[in-house]
């Protein structure tokens, strides 16, 4: 069984910077891609970054890319989100996650079966 946990939210002024983290266990063959999603208050949930586990390749979002970095340690089971000059529309909800999706849905969510709790992020301007 697939577990993830994410860490890292917290609360930050515009133009700061935070890290997610989410630790991963169970990995299986239908998990190379991990991603990075959110959820605003009444908005769905969007994919923000993702990265395949083989050849790092990534994918972002256009309104975090030059912004986020997406990056994996398999040593420690860890995938990051480095958030940098965070904007009050950052806010939402975070969530980790894991599937197999093709490369050109690396960042729908319905592509990824395995999900984190969450961690928040709040920006205030």
């Known amino acids: 069984q697939v577990q993830l946990v994410e860490s890292g939210g917290g609360s930050v002024q515009a133009g700061g910077s935070l890290r997610l983290s989410c630790a991963g266990s169970?990995?299986?063959?239908?998990?190379?891609?991990m991603g990075w999603f959110r959820q605003a208050p009444g908005k769905e949930r969007e994919g923000v970054a993702s990265i395949y586990s083989g050849t790092r390749l990534t994918y972002y979002a256009d309104s975090v890319k030059g912004r986020f970095t997406i990056s994996q340690d398999n040593a420690k089971n860890t995938v990051y989100l480095q958030m940098n000059s965070l904007k009050p529309e950052d806010t939402a909800m975070y969530y980790c996650a894991a599937g197999s999706p093709p490369d050109n849905y690396a960042l729908n969510r319905d592509y990824y079966n395995y999900w984190g709790q969450g961690t928040q992020v709040t920006v205030s301007s």
């Open positions: 169970g990995y299986t063959g239908s998990t190379d891609w």
